[in-house]
C-alpha cells in the first residue's frame, strides 16, 4: 500500500536561510517558517499557537532561496516531511523532521524582493524526490 506525503505551508520566515554545499557542489539552504493559528478559547479569550517548521531546499532554488528571502519574509513552501536521523558527537542519535521544499514561492515584497518573485513562480523546477543521489550518507549534514 503506498501513501501519500504532501505538505503546504504559508508562513514568514523566522530567521535568515542559510546555505551550504555538499561535496559535489550541490546546494542546500534551510530555514524555518512560523505558522499561526488563532481562536477564541471557552472564557472568550482570544489564543495563538504557532510552529515551527524546518525546510531545506536542495538545487539552483537552494541558491535563489539564500539570495533574496530573509528573516520576516512571507512564502509558500510545497513539498514532503522527511525525518533524519545521525549521531552527535557522543554517539547519541539524534532525530529532526523537516519539509523538503519541491516548491517555494516569495508571497511578500520584503527584502530582496521584485523581479525574482516572478522568478519563483511556476519555472521552478522540479526538486528531487529524495536525498540527490551523488550524496552519501556520510555527508549527511545535521543542520
Known amino acids: 500500500m503506498s501513501g501519500v506525503n504532501k505538505v503546504i505551508l504559508v508562513g514568514r520566515l523566522g530567521n535568515d536561510p542559510e ?13 524555518n ?7 477564541i478559547d471557552k472564557g472568550g479569550q482570544k489564543q495563538e499557537r504557532t510552529e515551527w517548521h524546518r525546510i531545506v531546499v536542495w538545487g539552483k532554488m537552494a541558491e535563489t532561496c539564500s539570495q533574496y528571502l530573509a528573516k ?53 523546477p522540479a526538486m528531487p524526490e529524495s536525498t540527490p543521489p551523488d550524496m552519501s550518507a556520510d555527508e549527511d549534514i545535521p543542520f
Open 19 to 31: 546555505i551550504r554545499y555538499t561535496q559535489q557542489g550541490v546546494g542546500v539552504t534551510n530555514f
Open 33 to 39: 517558517i512560523a505558522t499561526s493559528e488563532n481562536w
Open 72 to 124: 520576516g519574509r512571507q512564502v509558500f513552501v510545497e513539498g514532503r516531511l522527511q525525518t533524519r536521523q545521525w549521531d552527535d558527537k557522543d554517539g547519541g542519535k539524534r532525530y529532526t523532521t523537516e519539509v523538503v521544499a519541491a516548491t517555494v514561492q516569495f508571497l511578500d515584497k520584503g527584502a530582496g524582493a521584485g523581479a525574482t518573485d516572478r522568478a519563483m513562480g511556476s519555472d521552478i
